[in-house]
């Protein structure tokens, strides 16, 4: 039974094999083991997000989500598929999605923190933890909710090639808005042109604060990075802009910048809107089921994948995503059906 353990807390970027350390050391006995009216699953695949950086810290310090405990399999989205059930209404062969441990095989008590879950025959079940899973939901959610979008408008996107840009250009560009686009590679840039970005970027060799005078001023700010680039959308926003605090990576693995201007937000009337998506879930889930889903699976939205193969893989796709060597919604398939 292959686990990825949290081994220790990192200073920085986390390093594989200390940060986080493959295990194959325990065994479960699948035909036996002891189920207490729980159920046997066999992970399928997981996802690799940003967001457990912020997990891997001290147990003292707190945030929305609790720390990694040290010594312990890492979470985080998966699927997986159920070999044996004690559970009424969990059959043999059914699927379950939810936050489930880093190993090949876990037992679950309950279905808590997990649902039942079928997919569309046309997609992988990777798609379900990127796409049509949780990122994809931040970025469809988020913005019907928030972003107050008009036709005509102009939206400044970052991280426009990950799994929440790159549905967030799409979605803007189907609600009629100019889109500017940011990501670190000029591969990463071909890729937001070819979804519909009117302006992409690669911010790490052209200057967001020329592009923004250029092609703003912007009437909406997707943020996922924070620092620098969010005092530059600041400073280019419209009156009445609406800044969607998605995500601010820029500081994850060091401490974040604190911005430089924040009287902007009272002269130009700036709305911000931070949040999180598990509170904005139980509103739209059944919509982003209906309308998204749909459009991933006849390929009206486009999507990439960064997919890797083996729970040993586990450190190496989460150092690409917060390093930006990742090409697209990282995932980890841990096994076949
Ligand atoms: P991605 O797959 O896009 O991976 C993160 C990307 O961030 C990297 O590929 C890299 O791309 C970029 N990046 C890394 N470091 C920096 C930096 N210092 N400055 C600028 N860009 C950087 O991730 P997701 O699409 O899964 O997530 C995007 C954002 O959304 C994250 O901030 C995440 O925390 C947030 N999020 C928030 C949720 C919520 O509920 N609020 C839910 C889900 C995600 P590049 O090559 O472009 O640098």
Same mark, same amino acid.
């Not at 046997?40 to 695949?45: G, H, I």
């Not at 808005?177 to 519909?196: C, N, R, T």
């Given at each position: 039974?292959?686990?990825?353990?949290?081994?220790?807390?990192?200073?920085?970027?986390?390093?594989?094999?200390?940060?986080?350390?493959?295990?194959?050391?325990?065994?479960?006995?699948?035909?036996?083991?002891?189920?207490?009216?729980?159920?046997?699953?066999?992970?399928?695949?997981?996802?690799?997000?940003?967001?457990?950086?912020?997990?891997?810290?001290?147990?003292?310090?707190?945030?929305?989500?609790?720390?990694?405990?040290?010594?312990?399999?890492?979470?985080?989205?998966?699927?997986?598929?159920?070999?044996?059930?004690?559970?009424?209404?969990?059959?043999?062969?059914?699927?379950?999605?939810?936050?489930?441990?880093?190993?090949?095989?876990?037992?679950?008590?309950?279905?808590?923190?997990?649902?039942?879950?079928?997919?569309?025959?046309?997609?992988?079940?990777?798609?379900?933890?990127?796409?049509?899973?949780?990122?994809?939901?931040?970025?469809?959610?988020?913005?019907?909710?928030?972003?107050? /979008?008009?036709?005509?408008?102009?939206?400044?996107?970052?991280?426009? /090639?990950?799994?929440?840009?790159?549905?967030?250009?799409?979605?803007?560009?189907?609600?009629?808005?100019?889109?500017?686009?940011?990501?670190?590679?000029?591969?990463?840039?071909?890729?937001?042109?070819?979804?519909?970005?009117?302006?992409?970027?690669?911010?790490?060799?052209?200057?967001?604060?020329?592009?923004?005078?250029?092609?703003?001023?912007?009437?909406?700010?997707?943020?996922?990075?924070?620092?620098?680039?969010?005092?530059?959308?600041?400073?280019?926003?419209?009156?009445?802009?609406? *800044?969607?605090?998605?995500?601010?990576?820029?500081?994850?693995?060091?401490?974040?910048?604190?911005?430089?201007?924040?009287?902007?937000?009272?002269?130009?009337?700036?709305?911000?809107?931070? *949040?999180?998506?598990?509170?904005?879930?139980?509103?739209?889930?059944? /919509?982003?089921?209906?309308?998204?889903?749909?459009?991933?699976?006849?390929?009206?939205?486009?999507?990439?994948?960064?997919?890797?193969?083996?729970?040993?893989?586990?450190?190496?796709?989460?150092?690409?995503?917060?390093?930006?060597?990742?090409?697209?919604? /990282?995932?980890?398939?841990?096994?076949?059906?």
């Amino acid at each position: 039974n292959g686990r990825a353990l949290f081994a220790a807390v990192p200073i920085g970027y986390p390093v594989v094999d200390q940060t986080i350390v493959y295990d194959n050391t325990q065994t479960i006995d699948l035909a036996n083991a002891p189920l207490n009216g729980g159920f046997l699953v066999k992970v399928l695949v997981l996802s690799v997000d940003p967001y457990m950086r912020g997990r891997m810290r001290e147990p003292d310090i707190p945030s929305y989500m609790p720390p990694f405990a040290l010594g312990k399999p890492l979470a985080s989205g998966g699927i997986g598929v159920v070999l044996r059930s004690e559970l009424a209404g969990v059959e043999v062969g059914s699927h379950i999605r939810g936050i489930v441990p880093h190993q090949e095989y876990f037992i679950a008590p309950n279905l808590e923190g997990l649902e039942l879950i079928e997919r569309d025959a046309r997609l992988p079940w990777s798609v379900y933890v990127g796409a049509a899973g949780m990122p994809g939901e931040t970025a469809y959610m988020a913005w019907k909710e928030y972003s107050k /979008a008009k036709k005509g408008e102009i939206v400044f996107v970052t991280t426009g /090639a990950g799994p929440v840009g790159s549905l967030v250009i799409q979605i803007a560009k189907q609600d009629g808005l100019k889109v500017i686009a940011s990501a670190g590679s000029d591969d990463k840039v071909a890729f937001m042109e070819g979804i519909g970005a009117d302006v992409a970027f690669n911010y790490k060799t052209t200057d967001v604060r020329a592009v923004l005078k250029k092609e703003g001023p912007i009437d909406i700010y997707w943020d996922n990075v924070g620092g620098d680039t969010l005092d530059a959308a600041m400073e280019h926003a419209n009156m009445f802009a609406r *800044f969607i605090e998605c995500g601010q990576i820029s500081g994850y693995n060091d401490n974040p910048q604190p911005m430089k201007n924040p009287l902007l937000i009272v002269a130009k009337c700036l709305t911000f809107n931070g *949040f999180l998506v598990g509170f904005l879930r139980p509103k739209h889930k059944e /919509a982003f089921r209906a309308e998204v889903v749909p459009k991933i699976a006849d390929g009206s939205f486009h999507y990439t994948e960064d997919i890797v193969r083996g729970i040993d893989k586990v450190g190496h796709a989460l150092l690409g995503v917060l390093k930006g060597t990742n090409t697209g919604k /990282a995932v980890v398939v841990v096994a076949d059906e």
